[in-house]
């Protein structure tokens, strides 16, 4: 019994002392804060918000902060609340699921071009360097321009603009793990290729990808809000932070209330992932905490 209880224990344990790790550093204390308020509220928007996001009271259009609105209303009557509440949800949903997908295309493309011969590596990487040297707000509006503006152009754009940095990154761990004496132990005993690739060299290089995903985070909201602000991201009609900054510039000269609603969850979610990932790297790789600290 005493056996299994320490055999159940490691995962747990080190899951736990990360956490200390992180919440141990002020930043990392409040990326931690920030980014469970910004996922708890993206969780529960449907049950927070108070009002509907497309529901118009030209009564009540540039209403200032009050009991019934307490962030005011938009130049249409809208709560700006509930917007901000739910675009909170669309900005998780979006950075989520593009983020997912192109760490889905990403790890088996850097495990081929890490592992796989070398006219295949090279071809991969042509390809990989091709698509980051296009500029980004070029690349999102050529696909714009071809798909229309929707959620899922904005998770297109952001797939194709990930997918290389992220299969770089796969493929260097990869070249510098297929060396190590437990891969060679493998093909010395005839072990499959897909072993090696998912059960020996996938679980070594996932930790650096998920760090360097988790600080991407900031980066596709930023962009999300960005694309939609110009009129090129989610429709006008979903709650989104970019469409709160969008239509509160057409009537900043009336009120300012729009626009700081609209951009100060950005630069919140921007600080929170950006501390809360910075915290996690430290964490996970102590000789670079003990390098900064130097």
Known sequence: MHVATGFNQPRSFRIARTLRQILSTPLGAIGVVLVTLIV????????????SPTAISVTDRLAGPSAAHWLGTDQLGRDLFTRVI??????????????????????????????????????????????????????????????????????????????????RLVRAQTLSLKARDFIRAEQVMNASNLRILFVHLLPNVVGPLLILACLDLSTVITLEAGLSFLGLGVKPQVPSWGNILSDGFSVIRNTPVPVLVGSIPIVLATIGFTFFGEALRDALDPKLATEKSA
């Open 40 to 51: 708890l509220v993206a969780a529960l928007a449907p049950w927070i918000a108070p009002y």
């Open 86 to 167: 739910l675009g909170t949800r669309t900005a998780m949903t979006v950075a989520l699921v593009s983020l997912t997908a192109a760490l889905a295309a990403a790890i088996p493309l850097g495990l081929i071009a890490g592992y796989g011969p070398r006219w295949l590596d090279g071809l991969l990487v042509l390809v990989f360097d091709s698509l980051s040297s296009l500029p980004m707000i070029m690349f999102g509006l050529a696909i714009v321009v071809l798909l229309g503006p929707g959620v899922s152009t904005v998770i297109l754009v952001i797939v194709a603009y990930s997918v290389p940095s992220y299969a």
